[in-house]
């Protein structure tokens, strides 16, 4: 049973450019949701989806945005890249509210 | 928001020894979980336990709900255990992670 995929695994990418990353939930969970973690920190919730539609935000700005497929998979897209944005941003899923989220093994993005 | 602290910020132990993480959180919460964090980068999950208490092998967990705390038991630690514990608390929708614990078991 494949748990949660993300890729890619590792990205470089310039100030300014736009990324999206991608993430496909475990078999059976239809609700996604995105964190960000810094080095040395704690993962930060960025937003949760469910049935397609962004359900829950976190406080990250208006260029941060994604969007969940009929399929469930789901991608994060941001835009103008900053230095700042350089983290391990990791998808997690679970089945509506119930039980706990299973966390994939992140994309690791580096602003240069 | 929720309030997560965790402690302590950093533990060091011997093998075969044995540690309690602690968790508080700021409000009612309907989702808690335990994650260790691989030096990869990969969260895997230990517990979901928003109250009780579970097992498992050698960690055990319990939630106090009413007096929003919880504790992770590591019993006869190996250097396998080392890496990052978080405990991430919520309701619907969002969870909010503590800044973790960082254990290192050594030989």
């Known amino acids: 049973d494949a748990g949660v995929t993300q890729s890619p695994t590792h990205l470089i990418k310039t100030r300014g450019q736009q990324v999206t990353l991608r993430c496909s939930p475990k078999?059976?969970?239809?609700?996604v949701s995105w964190y960000q973690q810094a080095l040395g920190q704690g993962p930060q919730f960025i937003f949760q989806?469910?049935?397609?539609?962004?359900?829950q935000r976190g406080n990250f700005p208006d260029r941060f945005s994604g969007h969940q497929f009929p399929n469930y998979s789901s991608e994060l897209n941001v835009n103008a890249l900053l230095l700042g944005d350089s983290a391990l941003y990791l998808c997690?899923?679970?089945?509506?509210?119930?039980?706990?989220?299973?966390f994939g093994s992140g994309t690791r993005l580096t602003v240069v | 928001g929720i309030q997560v602290e965790q402690s302590p910020p950093d533990l060091i132990l011997q093998e075969g020894a044995n540690s309690t993480l602690r968790c508080n959180f700021s409000?009612?919460?309907?989702?808690l979980q335990w994650f260790h964090q691989n030096p990869w980068g990969q969260l895997i999950n230990l517990f979901y336990?928003?109250?009780g208490t579970k097992q498992n092998g050698r960690l055990s967990a319990t939630t106090v709900a009413t007096e929003r705390y919880s504790l992770l038991y590591i019993s006869s630690s190996q250097t396998t255990d080392s890496g990052v514990y978080f405990c991430?608390?919520?309701?619907?929708?969002?969870?909010?992670f503590g800044d973790g614990t960082t254990l290192t078991v050594k030989p």
């Open positions: 409000d009612s919460v309907n989702n």
């Open positions: 989806y469910y049935e397609e539609e962004e359900r």
């Open positions: 078999s059976g969970h239809d609700t």
């Open positions: 997690a899923s679970r089945y509506r509210d119930f039980y706990g989220y299973t």
């Open positions: 991430a608390v919520g309701n619907a929708g969002k969870s909010t």
């Open positions: 336990i928003p109250s």
